[in-house]
T-cell receptor, first 116, second 112 residues
Framework: AAGVIQSPRHLIKEKRETATLKCYPIPRHDTVYWYQQGPGQDPQFLISFYEKMQSDKGSIPDRFSAQQFSDYHSELNMSSLELGDSALYFC???????????????FGPGTRLTVL | DAKTTQPPSMDCAEGRAANLPCNHS???????VYWYRQIHSQGPQYIIHGLKNNETNEMASLIITEDRKSSTLILPHATLRDTAVYYCIVRVGRSGNTPLVFGKGTRLSVIA
């Protein structure tokens, strides 16, 4: 079965540079989520999109922005990178089914960002 | 969403049942208990969820106490590949596409 695809898998940037992470959700899934996991930390929610509109917003820095495109893929844009942005960035997708109280989130393999 | 409390770590012998507890004493009537796990640096993986009845699937069983203030995830025959951090998450039912709030989780080590 198709899974969530993230690219690149690894990324090394210098301080103050910009980075763009891409996420391709499972086909027909309508919601995409971004999570950040720092070293030794638990995943923290950043932002989500439903049907190409921002749905929820978590602890996403102002230097970061994201969007979901017409083909449902999403990109997380990160500017003025700081050392503290070094982390694993996970994308997840789900399908919001009407009348269903349960929607499992499927996670991608993550992008490991290292800021030097 | 209600807060959860889990032990930071547990060990389990390979082939034995792993019982992972979770306290959620402030859970509301419309909140479900979800379990996810994260194998080292991989994306978290859904395991099981429940409201008030015990649930079982191919991966695990979920036992929820009658007062719903605590629950136990049971891996019936733990293998080395079950070594992971297990997260107990309480979410409002019919929450649709709301994000997951990860707490500290339990680091389960399965020992040969």
């Amino acid at each position: 079965a198709a899974g969530v695809i993230q690219s690149p898998r690894h990324l090394i940037k210098e301080k103050r540079e910009t980075a763009t992470l891409k996420c391709y959700p499972i086909p027909r899934h309508d919601t995409v989520y971004w999570y950040q996991q720092g070293p030794g930390q638990d995943p923290q929610f950043l932002i989500s999109f439903y049907e190409k509109m921002q749905s929820d917003k978590g602890s996403i820095p102002d230097r970061f922005s994201a969007q979901q495109f017409s083909d449902y893929h999403s990109e997380l844009n990160m500017s003025s990178l700081e050392l503290g942005d070094s982390a694993l960035y996970f994308c997840a997708s789900s399908l919001l089914t009407s009348g269903n109280s349960y929607n499992e989130q499927f996670f991608g393999p993550g992008t490991r960002l290292t800021v030097l | 969403d209600a807060k959860t409390t889990q032990p930071p770590s547990m060990d389990c012998a390979e082939g034995r049942a792993a019982n992972l507890p979770c306290n959620h004493s402030t859970i509301s009537g419309n909140e479900y208990v979800y379990w996810y796990r994260q194998i080292h640096s991989q994306g978290p993986q859904y395991i099981i969820h429940g409201l008030k009845n015990n649930e079982t699937n191919e991966m695990a069983s979920l036992i929820i106490t009658e007062d719903r203030k605590s629950s136990t995830l049971i891996l019936p025959h733990a293998t080395l590949r079950d070594t992971a951090v297990y997260y107990c998450i309480v979410r409002v039912g019919r929450s649709g596409n709301t994000p997951l709030v990860f707490g500290k989780g339990t680091r389960l080590s399965v020992i040969a």
